[in-house]
């Protein structure tokens, strides 16, 4: 899948995110189905002021294609061993929906890609002496770690409860050497298992590199994609390993991811090392993807070849004040 530069930044910190082609059938199918969306949905999920967008809070099944109701996403994704929860990070609905699916998926354990691996047991402590949820961004400093606003993601940790949380988050010693060395070089012996020690397909790298420069509104030099690439790999592998430590203890335990969409993808984000690392392993991805006007059908946020690389997608408004997202890399 191809993603064009809007895309990619609009969802920046570390920029990633969604999708391209079908119909009016579809559009009508999930008009009638949201018609009865009020009965079968356990409260309602959250959401932003009308665009007239019929896409606006449909929740697609790729596998099936066509919309299924959020009651009946609560429902599959309970059966995950690891879910995915992709966001566009500054969208605040994509956060609100996030807590919402958490409270109700109950999972044993959280994984955040925003906290870094080394706060994970500075949680735990300050957690085990009674900080709360709400606490959590400050005790960690946050504010200095690059994320949107703390407010925007105090819900989630909120909604997770008293399951574990865990991170993902690498330090930045490890990604310039990433950068420089190749992942394989950070991971030392764990790279084999997690396949870093192999070259992607020249297809795969070549997309890859050419969403970096995008991702960098072209302003990022050609010879300097491979590292980023190679960088790229060795953040979904340690998110892929936050997550699985997430579920630790039972091996029925369930986990979510919190992440960027690029990060959920199923084809080349977390979900390909978690089933390398965890053969078996049942994981569950949902993207989150904001509505464009004049693209009414799901499938017309699909890639070049049609490819939806995520289990389910859930679409929404683009309610944040960006800007020109590139205006930062000027």
């Known amino acids: 899948m191809t993603l064009s ?11 990633f995110a969604a999708w391209r082609g079908r119909a009016l059938a579809i559009t009508l199918g999930w008009l009638a189905l949201a018609g009865c969306a009020a009965t079968a949905s356990p409260g309602d999920p959250p959401s932003a002021a009308p665009t007239g967008n019929p896409l606006q809070g449909m929740v697609w099944d790729t596998e099936a294609g066509r919309a299924i109701t959020p009651a009946t996403l609560i429902d599959r994704l309970r059966g995950g061993g690891v879910v995915v929860l992709g966001e566009i990070h500054d969208n605040p609905v994509h956060h609100d929906r996030q807590a919402w699916l958490i409270e109700r998926i109950e999972p044993d354990g959280v994984a955040f890609e925003m906290v870094p691996e080394g706060s994970e047991k500075g949680i735990a402590v300050f957690r085990a002496d009674g900080g709360e949820a709400a606490e959590i961004g400050p005790a960690i400093g946050w504010e200095r770690l690059g994320w949107p606003e703390w407010s925007l993601y105090r819900p989630v940790f909120e909604a997770a409860g008293e399951a574990r949380i865990t991170g993902g988050g690498v330090a930045r010693a490890d990604l310039r050497r990433a950068i420089a060395e190749g992942a394989a070089s950070v991971e030392g012996a764990g790279a084999a298992a997690a396949g870093l020690d192999r070259a992607l397909p020249a297809a795969e790298q070549a997309a890859l590199e050419a969403e970096m420069v995008a991702a960098h509104c072209d302003m990022l030099p050609a010879s300097a ?10 953040r979904d592998l340690r998110f892929a390993r936050a997550a699985l430590r997430a579920r630790e203890g039972s091996a029925a335990a369930r986990a979510v991811l919190v992440t960027g969409n690029g990060h959920a993808r199923r084809d080349r984000g977390v979900p390909v090392y978690l089933t390398r690392l965890e053969p078996g392993l049942e994981v569950i991805s949902l993207g989150q993807v904001e509505v464009t006007p004049g693209l009414t059908a799901a499938l017309d946020y699909a890639g070049e070849g049609g ?24």
């Open 307 to 330: 490819d939806l690389v995520y289990d389910y997608v859930w679409f929404s408004a683009d309610v944040a004040d960006r800007g020109d997202p590139c205006d930062a890399f000027r």
């Open 225 to 234: 994609a491979p590292g980023m690439v190679e960088a790229q790999r060795l």
């Open 5 to 15: 530069s809007t895309q990619i930044t609009r969802s920046a910190p570390p920029a």
